[in-house]
């Protein structure tokens, strides 16, 4: 593994139509996002958000800002990642909160929560579309944030112990270690999970730019708003404009963004002897070929290298006064009181509200959030089914798997509510029912998480125990119990308990669909959440939330945790 970010960044290339391709692409992607970013700061007209143009001339116009959001969400993302997961990992009183957090966070709805957040960053931006823009962002960054930090957390917790000591002799410094050691060894498996993460907040993105919150809609300049304001004018063309706009956008976005970023992660891989396939770009071989990108390269690890260094020279040249132990305790008391307080208070401003309902409401929302939870099992269920055969399937080829993994990606990422009017079209011109139809749509946006966990536990399996199994001339139902299931079973748990956590997410929007005008609900916890916030019914808001967040705990515990706990003590390849 080779232990720096940059490398061969002090050599002196002439400049040449590289560097003109790459300023221009630059300064035409500088520009861009000023121009879009210009749009998120305009005065907050809730008229001209109710009526957005369906003309196809817009459409590039509308990507550029939903892709805007996605790229400044995953800039916040990787942030909190490096500095949540750094904690977690070096603190061990910190961890035993944290990691516990997260686990919560990620299964909590988020769309359930956007009328909140969207009230609350309005009140921050008042009379600005800037609040609502950030409302939109924030639930994209909590759709993307979690998968990204754990990865980085369990790779920090895994760092091989001489590589540790190593660390430790040379006295790396925390800038140092980060640079060096940490961010380098848990590259690759950050790289994979951020572009997961991505593909997940189109999702997100689709549903949080077109809300009603309050009685009022509110819909965002974007593609996601395009395709709603499409479905229900039942306007079948500008629906397939935008799904074609969609497909291009994540074509473009895998080209230019996460293909050179797979590329460039490579010389992170901890391998013995030189790998037989290596990853490529078109874009980063322009970039190295670029003698302007080698200068910038020097000129930023420069400035931030040395900022960094005199930072820490100023902190450790900072006296600061010392503290008594007991004025650190009193601290310590005064800022958890301060924590406990605000929660009690929230909390007992949500009993109130909740103590407006009636025994039967609230017995009934219970009843609602068990029947979604029986789809959620179900569709879950239904995906490994499929997944589990097809991934080992394109795991063990690796010649299928160069071919079909940038197929899956492509799907994966495509925004599943976007696929929800053809489906409703179906329904209706079948007579599907919902109560059933809901199930088919929650795995639309499910199922990548458990495909791409089972393909990658496939591809982990040593080849020397498979070259063991074909000597020992093992039958293909022993070869599928005695190895693959074995080394597959950890994926597929982590993928099962990723797709359970979208699946209970995706219920808010596939429970309740529409075309034109005519709607088509299950009864379910998604349905009336959904409808409640569309009222603006608190009571229901926070009663629905609060029964859909103690599902979900309760399936965690109950079932995914036990089986992961069983994957990492008995189904595990040492």
């Not at 861009?32 to 007209?45: H, I, N, R, T």
């Not at 293909?259 to 992170?268: G, Y």
């Amino acid at each position: 593994m080779q232990m720096n970010f940059y490398q061969q960044g002090n050599q002196r290339r002439p400049f040449g139509w590289a560097d003109i391709l790459v300023i221009s692409l630059l300064l035409s992607i500088l520009y861009a996002a000023a121009k879009l970013g210009s749009g998120m700061q305009v005065p907050l007209d809730p008229d001209q958000l109710a009526s957005l143009s369906l003309d196809p001339k817009w459409l590039p116009y509308y990507a550029g800002r939903s892709l805007l959001r996605m790229f400044i969400a995953f800039g916040a993302s990787l942030i909190f990642t490096f500095v949540y997961g750094r904690i977690a990992a070096d603190n061990r009183t910190a961890e035993k909160f944290m990691i516990p957090a997260i686990d919560i966070l990620q299964s909590v709805p988020v769309l359930g929560f956007l009328s909140a957040t969207v009230l609350a960053f309005m009140a921050l931006f008042p009379g600005s579309l800037l609040g609502v823009e950030l409302a939109s962002i924030f639930a994209i960054f909590t759709s993307q944030v979690w998968n990204m930090t754990l990865s980085y957390y369990h790779s920090l917790k895994t760092i091989p112990r001489e590589l540790n000591e190593a660390a430790a002799m040379n006295q790396l410094g925390g800038w140092h270690r980060f640079t060096k050691l940490e961010a380098p060894f848990s590259m690759i498996g950050l790289v994979w999970n951020s572009m997961m993460s991505f593909g997940g907040g189109w999702f997100f993105l689709a549903a949080s730019e077109s809300i009603s919150v309050l009685n009022q809609d509110l819909h965002l300049p974007g593609i996601g708003t395009y395709m709603a304001l499409a479905a229900d004018d039942g306007n079948i063309r500008a629906l397939i404009y935008a799904i074609l706009t969609m497909i291009v956008l994540i074509v473009m976005v895998d080209q230019l963004f996460w293909r050179p970023v797979i590329a460039w992660s490579q010389k992170f891989k901890n391998e013995q002897t030189e790998a037989g396939e290596v990853s490529t770009s078109w874009v980063l071989n322009l970039l190295k070929r670029a003698s302007f990108v080698h200068y910038l390269n020097r000129k930023l690890r420069r400035g931030v290298h040395d900022g960094f260094l005199r930072l820490a020279a100023r902190s450790a040249q900072l006296k600061l006064p010392h503290v008594p132990l007991k004025v650190k305790k009193a601290i310590q008391w005064l800022i958890l009181s301060a924590v406990v307080i605000l929660i009690l208070r929230y909390l007992y401003s949500g009993i109130l509200e909740i103590a407006q309902l009636s025994w039967s409401e609230l017995i009934h929302v219970v009843y609602l959030g068990l029947l979604t939870a029986l789809r959620v099992v179900v569709s879950t269920l239904l995906a490994v089914i499929w997944t589990l055969p097809v991934g080992v399937f394109i795991g063990t080829n690796p010649r299928l798997s160069r071919i079909v993994q940038p197929v899956v990606q492509v799907l994966s990422s495509f925004p599943a509510n976007m696929a929800f009017p053809i489906f409703t079209i179906l329904y209706l011109k079948f007579g599907i029912s919902m109560e059933i139809g809901a199930i088919p749509l929650m795995m639309l946006g499910t199922q990548w998480y458990v495909l791409f966990n089972v393909i990658a536990g496939a591809m982990a399996i040593p080849s020397d125990l498979k070259e063991a199994a074909v000597t020992l001339k093992l039958t293909r139902w022993q070869t599928w119990k005695t190895l693959i299931l074995p080394a597959v079973f950890p994926f597929l748990v982590t993928g099962c308990i990723t797709a359970s956590g979208g699946a209970w997410n995706a219920s808010i929007v596939s429970e309740i669909v529409s075309w034109k005008d005519q709607d088509l609900q299950a009864a379910g916890l998604g349905t009336f959440i959904a409808q409640a916030t569309t009222n603006g019914n608190w009571p229901e808001i926070i009663w629905g939330i609060l029964v859909m967040c103690l599902l979900v705990v309760i399936m965690n515990r109950l079932v995914w945790r036990r089986l992961y706990a069983l994957a990492e003590s008995k189904y595990h390849l040492d």
